[in-house]
Nanobody, 120 residues
Framework: QAQLVESGGGLVQPGGSLRLSCAASGTIYRVNDMAWYRQAPGKQRELVAIITGGGATNYADFVKGRFTISRDNAKNTVYLQMNSLKPEDTAVYYC??????????????WGQGTQVTVSS
């Protein structure tokens, strides 16, 4: 089994920055794609950014140029650097990862979510 634990959320003023972290732990053989999603109140969960095991990235249009996804494969950790935050970025941010376990099974995992609030 594996689990994802996020950290780094909080309250920030418009124009500010936050860095989210998500660490995978457990009986892991390899962590494949890792991604960040978000869900605002009353809205569906949406993809924010994704990074492959090889480091290729892709972003939702609404965060391009403001957010950067990165990963540390040695630590099985993915990061989301969020700059120039806007009130509409307020949401619960979820980490997601495809993890191959030592048992050879590959499963998709979700973190518990971390609240990001952008407000003056």
């Amino acid at each position: 089994q594996a689990q994802l634990v996020e950290s780094g959320g909080g309250l920030v003023q418009p124009g500010g920055s936050l860095r989210l972290s998500c660490a995978a732990s457990g009986t892991i053989y390899r962590v494949n794609d890792m991604a960040w999603y978000r869900q605002a109140p009353g809205k569906q969960r949406e993809l924010v950014a994704i990074i492959t095991g090889g480091g290729a990235t892709n972003y939702a249009d609404f965060v391009k140029g403001r957010f950067t996804i990165s990963r540390d494969n040695a630590k099985n950790t993915v990061y989301l650097q969020m700059n120039s935050l806007k009130p509409e970025d307020t949401a619960v941010y979820y980490c997601n990862a495809d993890i191959r376990l030592v048992t050879s099974f590959t499963r998709n995992y979700w973190g518990q979510g971390t609240q990001v609030t952008v407000s003056s």
